[in-house]
């Protein structure tokens, strides 16, 4: 191949320095510093976390929330005065706990969705002012008629974020009376001049996603969706939907407040609380135990203590409603349910340890429920997380008083 030992030798050192050129080319490469690549939206999510873990607030608790009557600082008011209340269906299929953010929730409404299974509206506003972080609520499932009849009690037009519902107008499968998305679209929630659903099959990846892997179990996907409240907010504001109305009007000029009062003496004459919603269905089982030092009830779902996944807490209320209405159903081949609303009916009202037996009533979609006792006087709630339990008329409620 080489004619000559004088073109061998040129061969050689040729390839002699172009071997050592490559080895110093990879030593100096691997010399620098590893750059750790991270994709724009977790940057930004790590950001808002520090910047959500940043926010505290100093000054006497002296500014009332109207929705449950808790007392916070200055500060949380000034960001939940510029907003109005954000509703959140959430789901409470067994599969679906532990669930996030119904710690954080003022106000929480139960009942069946269907099949014996419960399903909860959170109401939030005055607690969740600052974001325990992203995604923080969930799993976030679909619309029901009536809780958007209890959905219209926080403003003609609240926000009201779900995962789509229960008929469209136009099909013939569902009951009319129980087609939420075509009431959604009649009540104008959907109307550009309003637009305050939030149904997460209109919004960005960035308000809501699914997380498969949340709870480390593996469930079906219809479990997997969460939300964020503060991108919600943020929507909303876009849309310009904050405090005021598409007529300038503050959203809670009709807004009916509760009555509210300090905790009273602990009674301590009703430790539990217990009932099924349906007879035979102890996976939606719920108890509540009375905690005296805290005077607080511990809730218990499907036998165990129902946690918030992100906290790790037990879910605690201050006072617990169980309010019992008609229920109609399954009105379809869906087997969709009704429950009343609009009227009266029974209610028992639990607080510091004893129960007051009376009613609840509401005139209208848009008028408050309010419960008042048996001779017809409103009952003044507990300041704090006030959860209201919906069962079928008749149904066991089972609590023993000392």
Known sequence: MFKNKKNLLIFGLGLYLLVTGLSFAVFSYLKQPIKKTVSPLV??????????????????????????????????????????????????????????????????????????IARLMGVFYCAAAVPAGKYDLGPVRSARTYFLDWASEYSDYPLYNHVGGAGLCNDPTVNSKAKALCQIENYGWKDKKHWNDLDQFALSYKLCRREPERTGKTVATEHTMYCDSAALWSEAEKRGLTAQTADGKSWDKNFQMWTFKDDGKSLGKVSDISFDFWQGYSAYSVKWVFDSAQNVYKRENGGAAHKDFVSGEQLTAKTVIIQFSKETGPVDEHKHLLYQTIGSGKALVFQDGGVVSGKWSKEARQSRTEFSDNSGKEIKLNRGVIWIEVLPAGAKVDYTEK
Not at 54 to 77: D, L, W
């Open 43 to 116: 940057e930004e999510e790590e950001k808002e976390s520090k910047e959500q873990k940043a926010s505290t607030f100093s000054g006497p608790k002296n500014q009332e929330c109207p929705i449950n009557g808790v007392y916070y600082q200055r500060g949380q008011k000034e960001i939940w005065e510029k907003r109005r209340p954000l509703l959140v269906m959430i789901e409470n299929h067994e599969d679906s706990r532990p669930q996030s953010g119904l710690n954080r929730a003022d106000v929480i409404y139960e009942a069946v969705a269907e099949g014996g």
